[in-house]
T-cell receptor, first 111, second 113 residues
Framework: QKEVEQDPGPLSVPEGAIVSLNCTYS??????FMWYRQYSRKGPELLMY????GNKEDGRFTAQVDKSSKYISLFIRDSQPSDSATYLCAMSGSNDYKLSFGAGTTVTVRA | NAGVTQTPKFRVLKTGQSMTLLCAQDMNHEYMYWYRQDPGMGLRLIHYSVGEGTTAKGEVPDGYNVSRLKKQNFLLGLESAAPSQTSVYFC????????????FGPGTRLLVL
């Protein structure tokens, strides 16, 4: 079993829809949770970073962490065609030397 | 400020050939990483470095070697390429720990025939 599970999709939604992305994890030592966005043929870039359980909002993006369920989510409101990308969750423990990544979910927002 | 750059962008190798991928960063970051990305597998860490002159193995180090002679550069070597090493390779760097934001390069696409 992988440490981090993420449904690879693909996910196709109409413009303006809410996009919901999820990851589950098995390592209870994970404390740092991130979402990276990767456009086609580009490197990943950090989108959201959270440390504690609860919600964090940044514009149209909301990251949610539920440590008790070992579950994290990313919501994109009012999705735009420019949000079409692969979204990767990543997480780390405080003593880890690395990030553990999910497989990534490919999202297409149709105009 | 170029961030993280990678050379080359694309390469085709024959089985058994060798090559070196170069990563350079101009952000004075201590940590540098090499990942490979394969369909359905996400990003997997090959090797990493926590400072100039240091290197360490990641999840999938077999068949690769690395060197960090200068703080700004991190080299990934393939001594004898195999078709299983066909992948997209990403370099990343972060300031002082793996928990901080990692900044990724644009990637190198490698095809081993």
């Amino acid at each position: 079993q992988k440490e981090v599970e993420q449904d690879p999709g693909p996910l196709s939604v109409p413009e303006g829809a809410i996009v919901s992305l999820n990851c589950t994890y098995s390592n209870s030592a994970f404390q740092y949770f991130m979402w990276y966005r990767q456009y086609s043929r580009k490197g990943p870039e950090l989108l959201m970073y959270t440390y504690s359980s609860g919600n964090k909002e940044d514009g149209r993006f909301t990251a949610q962490v539920d440590k008790s369920s070992k579950y994290i989510s990313l919501f994109i409101r009012d999705s735009q065609p420019s949000d079409s990308a692969t979204y990767l969750c990543a997480m780390s423990g405080s003593n880890d030397y690395k990030l553990s990544f999910g497989a990534g979910t490919t999202v297409t927002v149709r105009a | 400020n170029a961030g993280v750059t990678q050379t080359p962008k694309f390469r085709v190798l024959k089985t058994g050939q060798s090559m070196t991928l170069l990563c350079a960063q101009d952000m004075n970051h201590e940590y540098m990483y090499w990942y490979r990305q394969d369909p359905g597998m996400g990003l997997r860490l090959i090797h990493y470095s926590v400072g100039e002159g240091t290197t360490a193995k990641g999840e999938v180090p077999d068949g690769y070697n690395v060197s960090r002679l200068k703080k700004q550069n991190f080299l990934l070597g393939l001594e004898s390429a195999a078709p299983s090493q066909t992948s997209v390779y990403f370099c990343a760097s972060s300031y002082i720990s793996s928990q901080e934001t990692q900044y990724f390069g644009p990637g190198t696409r490698l095809l081993v025939l």
